[in-house]
C-alpha cells in the first residue's frame, strides 16, 4: 500500500513557474513508476509526465514538454514537477500517481496507476 499526498500548489500568473512535490510512505518508493496527471473543470484526465522507478526515463505529454520537467529523489520517497513556462491552460488539479514498476500498463493512461493522491490546485492567471 502507498500512500500519496501533493502539495506546491498555488496561483501563479502566466510566465511564472511552480514545483510541485508528490511525497509517498512505504519502504520501496523505487519500485514504482510515478506520474503526474492532471484534470481541468470539464475536461478529462490528462497525462502530464512519468518517471521510472530509477530515475532513469521520464516521459512526457505533448502539452507540457519542454516546459515541465518531472524528477525523483528516492532517498526521500518523493517526486516533483517543475513547471516553468506556465500558460493560464495549465490551470487544473493535479494529481500524484504510483503503478509497481511490473506493471506493463500503459502509462498514458490513469487506469494503470494503483494508487492516486489526493490532488493540488494549480491556477495560471493571464
Known amino acids: 500500500q502507498v500512500q500519496l499526498v501533493e502539495s506546491g500548489g498555488g496561483l501563479v500568473q502566466a510566465g511564472g513557474s511552480l514545483r510541485l512535490s508528490c511525497a509517498a510512505s512505504g519502504r520501496t518508493f523505487s519500485s514504482y513508476k510515478m506520474a503526474w496527471f492532471r484534470q481541468a473543470p470539464g475536461k478529462e484526465r490528462e497525462f502530464v509526465a512519468a518517471?521510472?522507478?530509477?530515475?532513469?526515463?521520464?516521459y512526457y505529454g505533448d502539452s507540457v514538454k519542454g516546459r515541465f520537467t518531472i524528477s525523483r529523489d528516492n532517498a526521500k520517497n518523493t517526486v516533483y514537477l517543475q513547471m516553468n513556462s506556465l500558460k493560464p491552460e495549465d490551470t487544473a488539479a493535479y494529481y500524484c500517481a504510483a503503478k509497481s514498476i511490473y506493471n506493463i500498463g500503459n502509462m498514458y493512461r490513469g487506469g494503470s496507476y494503483d494508487y492516486w493522491g489526493q490532488g493540488t490546485q494549480v491556477t495560471v492567471s493571464s
Open positions: 518517471i521510472a522507478g530509477s530515475g532513469g526515463a521520464t
